[in-house]
């Protein structure tokens, strides 16, 4: 059998934390950022954990991950 091809553009977004969860970051930082909040902003950087809904599609797309 051939190797599974990954999609390079979930490699690109995607990350394995050391107990295994897909990590991503939030979106609605890029612009239009006046009428944020200081707090809103400051949340939006840190990431966080991938839902369960989509971790069956991300899993697919990232077969080495």
Avoid: W
Wanted: positive net charge; proline residues 3%.
């Amino acid at each position: 059998m051939p190797k599974i091809k990954t999609c390079r553009a979930a490699a690109k977004r995607f990350k394995k934390t050391g107990t295994g969860k897909i990590m991503r970051n939030k979106a609605y930082k890029s612009h239009i950022l006046t009428k944020k909040s200081q707090k809103r902003k400051r949340n939006l950087r840190k990431a966080t954990v991938v839902d369960s809904t989509n971790l069956k599609n991300i899993k697919k797309a990232l077969p080495y991950l």
